[in-house]
């Protein structure tokens, strides 16, 4: 997938915003405050890390070589994906929608209580 193709796809989740907090070479996508989705876009090829299920991580990792523990993240719950062409683009996109929703629906039942 193309730059402006994926930064407009990330873009178009609901309630998604673009921000650059870690210098210039890093897009983060975020919703509810919290990342969904970092795109390293000087990179070549780009590479996105997204979070994911961690045992689905770890399949996806097993499949492609392409799919990697997240750089500078949880490698539990992070995966850093290399856009090389070798991941069809249906499966980046899946990907994409997983990380976004395991952050847009929040915590569940972790037990953690919120401030307040």
């Known amino acids: ?39 390293a876009w000087e990179e070549d090829p780009l590479r996105i890390n997204l979070k994911c299920d961690p045992e689905h991580a770890e399949g996806l990792r097993a499949i492609y070589p392409a799919v990697l523990p997240g750089y500078h993240m949880n490698k539990r719950h992070w995966n850093s994906v290399v856009l090389d062409g070798s991941i069809p683009p249906d499966v980046l996109e899946e990907m994409i929608a997983d990380s976004y929703s395991l952050v847009a629906r929040g915590p569940r039942g972790s037990g953690r209580k919120r401030p307040g």
């Open 1 to 39: 997938m193309e730059l402006e193709r994926l930064r407009d796809h990330l873009k178009q989740k609901p309630g998604a915003t673009e921000e650059i907090p870690f210098g210039p070479g890093v897009l983060v996508y975020k919703v509810r405050n919290k990342m969904f989705a970092l795109l």
